[in-house]
């Protein structure tokens, strides 16, 4: 049980600091959406962003993807047309779930990107951030008991749930269907601001990494805040993040 003693310390932490994340990521969803005025465009720039968050982007698989999208940009009208046009066809609803599993089956996009779309989805048209980022009028304003939703796991996700317990070889499916044992889907969502405290407390790359507070990187995240009384805040709170791995 001690790993989801510390899963339940790690996720109280989370909860407890969810304004330094929510503030790096409403800067991200301003910048890639505010210089666009109509709804394509801004979904358009919302896909490349985050496809090209993928470490090595298949370019070949993702062009595809872009021309099909561009033949069918009608599809991107609404958060229902846009799941209708990635929909598998053995789903019925039209939901985060689905929107998710559409979007994992797309070329060039994979688990990861996929889960990034989707909470990215939910995030600027929920109640939490600025309604001037909102797109469609018709997306779900809650995750549902009969939706789920998917952390976005990479790299330094899976280096820190390998910290937490090394025995198990982890990977997008293996943390999610960790968290789905005690987080309900919307305690998930919680869960995705993992992500900045891991990125700001790991040196190295691969399975080399050393956990440690980086002041390296919270300077190469372009939207983190750069104030010296915040980067000190933020410091500190990334110690006391590391010491809930002990």
């Known amino acids: 049980m001690e790993i989801e003693n ?6 109280d932490f989370l909860k407890s600091n969810r304004e330094h994340n929510h503030q790096l990521q409403e800067r991200f969803y301003n910048s890639v959406l505010k210089p666009f005025d109509n709804t394509s465009e801004k979904i358009i720039s919302l896909l490349y962003n985050i496809a090209n968050t993928q470490s090595q982007p298949k370019i070949d698989n993702l062009a595809k993807f872009f021309i099909e999208l561009h033949e069918n940009i009608e599809s991107v009208n609404s958060f229902q047309s846009f799941v209708e046009y990635v929909k598998p ?3 019925t609803e039209n939901n985060f779930r689905t929107l998710y599993l559409g979007m994992e089956k797309q070329s060039g996009w994979g688990k990861k990107t996929s ?6 989805i939910f995030h600027i048209h929920n109640s939490e951030y600025s309604k001037e980022l909102k797109i469609w009028n018709d997306v779900p304003k809650k995750v549902e008991q009969n939706d789920e939703f998917f952390l976005p796991v990479d790299a330094v996700i899976i280096s820190i749930f390998k910290n937490l317990d090394s025995s198990i070889k982890w990977d997008f499916d293996k943390i999610n269907s960790k968290l789905k044992n005690f987080y309900t889907e919307s305690e998930i969502e919680i869960w995705d601001d993992l992500w900045f405290w891991g990125f700001i ?4 790359t691969g399975e080399n990494r050393n956990f440690e507070w980086n002041l390296n990187k919270y300077w190469a995240l372009k939207e983190s805040d750069k104030n010296k009384l915040e980067i000190k805040i933020i410091e500190s709170k990334a110690k006391t993040f590391l010491k809930l791995f002990k």
Do not use: D, M, R, Y
């Open 6 to 11: 510390k899963l339940e310390k790690i996720f």
């Open 89 to 91: 066809k053995k789903e």
């Open 115 to 120: 889960a990034l779309f989707v909470k990215t």
């Open 201 to 204: 407390t790991q040196n190295g």
